[in-house]
């Protein structure tokens, strides 16, 4: 039996090898990665690697067995049809007859296009009989600390979400909840909507931001439409752009706001603060 993570060279998925390390013996963790030489670490400290693309479903062919745990992350090759990708590890999970399947999906609430890959990959999942869990993750931190430098170059932050607020955390906090379901007993057939235990607004982003650095950062706040062309003109490809502005619109609606509390009962520990990761970010 082994615990295995696909996606094991991402932001995310390299939280969670990181944290399984701390839990169970390496010899007992599979990563699931592309590129081998990106994991080459990981196998040095006993790790071991199966090298798996989601695009070539017959590399995930015996890549799982009997008994496994397998944490899907969910891809982000958004033009590549991400659900038929999902598939290709759900069918292969079944096939081998997993004793659990964890899936990063995204807040039930949420009704921007970005949650409809999510929904078809759950729809799936359910349908194929597999013991699952649904982490429905809600936003990152860092989906805003980790490109902080147009903010700064401005003294703007600029977002198409109103007054809406979110429950952020980190991904270090989601891998955490991954990582409690993979290790521990009882999430078969479970479903986790996860978010920070503190919601926030723009407006306090930005004051939190001047309050870090001593200067004047403002939220300019502005439509879905005048959003996504500041994305396409800062080079985003046209349609992730409009998805990044259906999340704003989602936020003003206060779809991202989760809450009950799933993170933290599941990591045992109150999530990341907002205010901690700008820190951080200040400081890199």
Known sequence: MSIVVTGA???LG????????????AAEITAVVRDEARAADLAARGVRLAVADYNAPRTFDGLFAAGDKVLLISGNEFDKGRPAQ?????????????????????????????????????KAL?????PYSLLRNGWYHENYTENLAPVLAHDAVVAAAGDGRLSSASRADYAAAAVAVLTGEGHENTTYELGGD??????????????????EIVYNAVSPEALTGILTGAGLPGPFAAI????????????LV????????????????LSEAIAAALQD
């Open 9 to 11: 060279t991402g932001h």
């Open 14 to 25: 390299r939280h969670v090898v990181e944290q399984l390390l701390e839990k169970v013996p």
């Open 86 to 122: 999902h598939q290709v590890v759900i069918d292969a999970a079944a096939a081998a007859g997993v004793a659990l399947l964890a899936y990063t999906s995204a807040p039930g609430s949420l009704s921007a296009a970005l949650a409809d890959d999510h929904r078809a990959t759950e």
């Open 126 to 130: 359910l349908a194929s009989g597999l």
């Open 198 to 215: 503190e919601a926030w607004s723009f407006a306090e982003y930005a004051a939190e931001l001047s309050r870090r650095t001593g200067r």
């Open 244 to 255: 990044l502005a259906g999340v704003d619109a989602s936020i003003e609606k206060g779809e």
């Open 258 to 273: 989760v809450t009950t509390g799933d993170l933290s009962r599941l990591t045992g520990r109150p999530t990341t603060p």
